[in-house]
């Protein structure tokens, strides 16, 4: 049995409570929302923390709303909790098609989309899915809350904009009426981490792409996006041809590595033909023409 | 005789049961509702399993018990320049650091392999693979012995590491093995076997010779409980009582005498529940040992159980064959020949588990189910920096191997001739006329029906149909997937063996079995092998209650304890029913024969007037005039006035030496889709139909076989260990290292055929490892049907469909850079 080093432990009984106890311990301590990241981690010893604050308790971080003109989901939102969503579900596919092909149903019972966006793994599903929809995270801090664009919020592999003694308490989905999404997910094996997944929604007007969203995970894009591809589709025609020379843009800008899940060329072709693909349902379901 | 099934289903017993009485006459019904013989009935262990009481060794509990915890190394290949353990034996809660040094005190730093080669228990002069055993800390609980190892300071001066095996003979390869005198190459042997000249003569006027390279990845069986060990000294009575992970107890009861210099009358080997063991648990691990002396210098019982990771890197592994085939054929298709090398990785040290006489295993079965004028192979086996073993993994002694490379070389010539290969493998399978059938490399094959085997498997799965959809899928400019169909017809010689052909380490591969009737009719079967998940408390019980007509249910199997077995090899190669379900069905025989003198003393008459008639013996012509078999063992118990020279009691003690393997054999045939754009294969259907003679309890056969073919899924779509340059191991969690889940498996449709074994007792042939050899191919085979490709390596991810479609395939066993 591979055990963790050792560490203290403290039960949080609110958001103030865990930003005392981090205060308290600045660098030292870690919170756990579902431990499906951090806990194997420690018991591999790759992380010692020397403090677990549990925020399990804090139930009243579980949520998804709306919020005048947007989506408002708390941190302890579950990956369930996602892929069950009506709501979701009514405006954003995204989240479903993503959800479906997170980890399994054990792990998704567990991790929350909080502890998923600030493990910031760099081939996270859900920063994806932040990324390509421009959601934002809400930070809180004992002087109070800021907020910060999704793709500002990772800055580097396991790396993000939550300071020492702050806390990721929502993540906010701007609506998009008539919007279309989609994910995509290639893996070895059901529940692997993504050999490389692509993201996206698409906003139509007429037959002209009025707003466009992409994610990629996995694949080394900048801010999990390709803000190229999204340029040259804006205001352009949906076409298969649009689609398809914007999906070579994201071939182009990633910058993967090679590692036991592929060879950079082929995470590159991924990239290109991922985008291709959800690019192309997120306009079919624009359209309604896709479910 | 088909019957199809879907994985949860087959524990419907009686439905499932009528639909394969066919032929066969049923075995009655107990009072419980399972057949007194052969038939389909609910395990007996799995109320325990199923309820979470099962007992494994990490579940052994005892009284002042200590943890050890084994420090390895980050190194593939490094010389040990010291080692500082004085921080982690001043930690409160360590009780005692033992290093190689301490070792050599005991003269216990090195063991003796399965195959004559030695081990490194604890490393003194340098390490040679990533995870090596360098020292082991024994403390109050597993934590502190954890956290003690960080505290142990090695100091290690890194050599160059051999890691590509085709570079482990070159001149300037560093010597891995420089502890063995004289040694100045990397090279363990060259063996061969087959006829090389008549090889050459028949492959020079061959019409046709393809060619092919292929790669059987590292891949290791990953049993769900990992291995382990409780060691129990006693100061008192001197007597070693050690539960561990063995699928062979009394192998490991002797090795440890002859290790250990323990005189073995006090070794107690238990095996208790066991968690799975695909031949991971065969050998004997650094970490029992350590565990053992763990023991010997704290006067306290020591716990070791070693984690995922440790399981992964260091213990024995399966395959890493890298092999070159070569099969001549006429143009009309006939095959003729066939002509393999191989080079085989072993690792840092010989450490394979298999019989003497064989040091590539079965591997020259590579002819497989066809004739051929000739054949012959030469394996090439080396030294690398990695972890020992490669008999692992439901191998059937490196049949799965050569399966994989005949029925491979098959399709290559198939795609070479322009045939279809359902129709290349009928045109040159065995016939049933010409069993027995010598081959060309000296393997007596008992018995079969191939044709018939193939034939059902291709009704099944609908071949033609098949093959027209997917010839209107190619045609079909729009399609987003290919279609690929592929065939495996696999031979294996398994039930390991004539003890005078066979024995590991000089023990002869024979076994024991006690059979003893209790006076009430209830019965005790005492056995040697061990189950691993096998379900030997029920198929044992159906040997017995067919035989002498006792209820499966009255008939207790005991097993996995030296000191209550009887002396036996245990269980690998698939042998458990060949070799012990023999053993258990002549020691019923004798009790048999005994109980119908003892009934014939009892109804005063001769025994050749009496019949017998399910569990009891009547009067031939007067069914009234009878005795039960519990009746009978009550009088033999009891006051019965008994014939001249015939002792009292009722039972039987045998040991079963096999006259000859058996040879169970089987058509598989897979379906799969491929995304064209992404490389991802989906296994749409598997057809298995295997022949394994007659089956004692269907259900158990088809659990073998739905495993035994996600095992296939396993390593032909995800699994492998690949290695850095340096030696760096990336398949050490199941990060990387992937198994297969529901996902990747089909609904799996299975049939049979029934062609019993001429010399086993029971006609049985083993069933153990059958899926495991003969699906990979299958697979593989579809895939490459799938992309028109002529061959890529295992395992086929999506990255590999893809590399391989590109014209630049992947290099399977190195990581990728």
């Known amino acids: 049995m591979q055990v963790p080093a050792p560490f203290d432990y403290e039960r949080a009984t609110s958001v103030d409570h865990v930003l005392t106890l981090l205060a308290e311990r600045p660098g030292d301590a870690r919170i756990v929302a579902g431990g499906h990241s951090l806990l194997p981690m420690m018991k591999l010893r790759l992380a010692q923390p020397e403090m677990l604050i549990d925020i399990n308790d804090l139930t009243d971080l579980d949520y998804i709303r709306v919020d005048g003109d947007e989506i408002a989901i708390g941190a302890m939102t579950r990956h369930a909790g996602l892929l069950s969503s009506a709501l979701l579900g009514e405006h954003y596919r995204i989240f479903r098609d993503a959800e479906r092909v997170i980890a399994d149903p054990i792990v998704r019972n567990r991790g929350t989309i909080g502890g998923s966006l600030c493990q910031a793994d760099p081939s996270e599903d859900l920063s994806a899915v932040a990324s390509a929809l421009r959601a934002t995270v809400v930070i809180q801090s004992a002087t109070g809350r800021r907020t910060v664009d999704a793709r500002d919020f990772h800055q580097g592999p396991y790396e993000t904009a939550v300071g020492d003694a702050e806390m990721l308490v929502e993540v906010r989905v701007p609506i998009r009426p008539g919007a279309g999404s989609a994910y995509e997910k290639v893996e070895r094996r059901a529940g692997d981490w993504a050999v490389a997944s692509a993201g996206a929604f698409v906003q139509l007007d007429g037959d002209t792409i009025k707003d466009v969203g992409l994610g990629l995970t996995a694949v080394g894009a900048p801010h999990f996006t390709c803000v190229e591809a999204e340029e040259a589709l804006r205001g352009q025609a949906a076409s298969a041809e649009n689609v398809a020379a914007a999906a070579q843009l994201c071939h182009d800008a990633c910058q993967p590595q090679a590692d036991q899940r592929g060879p950079e060329d082929y995470k590159r072709h991924l990239a290109r033909e991922l985008s291709r693909r959800v690019l192309t349902t997120s306009i079919a379901r624009a359209r309604g023409e896709q479910s | 005789m088909t019957t199809t099934d879907t994985p949860g289903t087959t524990a419907d017993v009686p439905r499932a049961r009528t639909a394969e009485a066919a032929g066969a006459p049923e075995a009655p019904l107990s009072a419980a509702g399972n057949p007194i013989g052969f038939g389909r009935m609910l395990r007996k262990e799995d109320a325990r399993f199923l309820r979470g009481q099962g007992k494994y060794v990490d579940d052994v509990q005892l009284p002042g018990m200590l943890h050890g915890a084994v420090l390895r190394s980050p190194h593939a290949h490094a010389r040990i320049v010291s080692i500082d353990t004085s921080a982690a034996e001043a930690h409160p809660k360590v009780r005692a650091v033992i290093t190689g040094a301490v070792l050599e005190t005991l003269n216990l730093a090195w063991m003796p392999t399965l195959s004559g080669d030695v081990q490194s228990v604890l490393c003194t002069d340098k390490v040679r693979f990533q995870g090596q055993e360098v020292a082991f800390v024994v403390a109050d609980d597993h934590y502190s012995a954890r956290d003690a190892l960080e505290l142990i300071d090695v100091e290690y001066a890194p050599l160059p590491a051999v890691v590509d095996a085709r570079k482990a003979l070159d001149p300037d390869a560093p010597l891995i093995r420089d502890d063995l005198e004289g040694r100045t190459d990397n090279k363990i042997y060259d063996w061969e076997a087959g006829d090389a000249a008549a090889c050459d003569d028949v492959f020079s006027r061959a019409d046709v010779v393809v060619t092919q390279d292929m790669v059987y990845p590292r891949v290791h069986p990953a049993p769900m409980e990992t291995c382990g060990s409780v060691a129990h000294m006693d100061p008192v009575s001197g007597k070693l009582t050690i539960w561990t992970t063995t699928q062979a107890p009394h192998a490991h009861r002797t090795l440890y005498a002859i290790v250990a210099g323990l005189p073995e009358h006090k070794i107690q080997v238990i095996s208790p529940d066991i968690g799975g063991g695909f031949g991971n648990k065969v050998g004997i691990y650094p970490g029992y040992v350590c565990s053992i002396v763990g023991s010997i210098l704290t006067g306290k019982p020591v716990k070791w159980v070693e984690d995922r990771s440790e399981n992964l890197m260091s213990t024995s592994f399966a395959r890493d064959y890298h092999m070159h085939g070569e099969i001549a054929a006429t ?307 009891g006051t019965l006035e008994l014939p001249d020279g015939m002792e009292g009691h009722l039972d039987a003690q045998v040991v079963y030496d096999p006259p000859e393997l058996t040879y169970p054999f089987g058509a598989y045939i897979s379906v799969v889709d491929v995304d064209k754009g992404t490389g991802a294969v989906k296994v749409r259907r598997f057809i298995a139909v295997d022949d394994c003679g007659p089956r004692i309890n269907p259900m158990i056969v088809e659990g073998q076989v739905h495993g035994g073919l996600a095992d296939g899924i396993g390593m032909a779509l995800m699994e492998v260990i690949a290695f850095e340059e340096d030696g760096n191991n990336v398949g050490g969690s199941f990060l990387n290292y992937l198994l297969p889940t529901s996902m990747e498996c089909p609904s799996y449709e299975l049939g049979q055929t029934v062609t019993p074994s001429p010399h086993h007792p029971l006609g049985v042939k083993g069933v153990g490892e059958s899926a495991t050899v003969g699906s990979p191919a299958a697979i593989v085979n579809a895939v490459l049907d799938a992309l028109q490709i002529r061959h890529a390596d295992m395992p086929l991810t999506p990255a590999a469909v893809w590399r391989a479609q590109q014209g630049n395939p992947i290099r399977t066993d190195l990581a990728i850079v």
């Open chain 2, 331 to 637: 143009r009309e298709g006939k095959i003729l020949g066939l002509r393999v090398n191989v080079l085989a990785d072993h690792g840092a040290f010989n450490g394979v588990a298999q019989p003497t006489k064989y040091p590539a295993g079965f591997f020259h079965i590579f002819t497989g189910s066809y004739d051929y004028a000739a054949a012959h192979c030469n394996v090439t086996a080396v030294y690398s920096n990695k972890a020992p073993g490669g008999v692992a993994y439901a191998c059937s002694f490196r049949i799965t191997e050569a399966v994989y490379l005949v029925e491979r070389m098959v399709d290559c010539l198939a795609d070479e001739l322009s045939m279809d290969p359902a129709a290349l493998r009928m045109q040159n399978l065995l016939q049933p006329e010409q069993f027995p059938y010598t081959t060309p490399t000296g393997w007596e094959y008992d018995s079969g029906n191939y044709p018939a085997a193939l034939t059902e498997a291709m009704r099944i799965a609908g071949y033609d149909e098949l093959r027209a959809e997917q010839a209107a899928l190619r045609a079909d400019p729009d399609s987003t997937s290919m279609m690929g169909i592929g065939l495996s017809f696999f031979t294996e010689g398994v039930g390991a063996g004539p003890r005078k052909h066979m024995d590991i380490l000089g023990l002869g591969m024979a076994d024991g079995c006690d059979l003893r009737v209790h006076p009430t009719g209830k019965a005790v079967l005492r056995l040697s092998v061990q189950s691993q998940g096998q379900g030997h408390e029920t198929t044992f019980a159906q040997i017995v209650a067919q035989e002498l007509g006792i209820p499966p249910e009255d008939i207790e199997v005991v097993h996995g304890d030296t000191d209550n077995t009887p002396f036996g090899l245990g269980t690998y190669g698939s042998r458990s029913t060949p070799v012990s379900g023999a053993a258990a069905a002549v020691a019923a025989r004798r009790v048999k024969d005994k109980s119908r003198i003892i009934a014939a003393a009892s109804l005063e008459c001769s025994p050749d007037d009496l019949e017998w008639d399910h569990g009891r013996w009547h009067v031939k012509g007067d069914p009234n005039q009878a005795k039960t078999i519990a009746e009978i063992a009550m009088l033999a118990h």
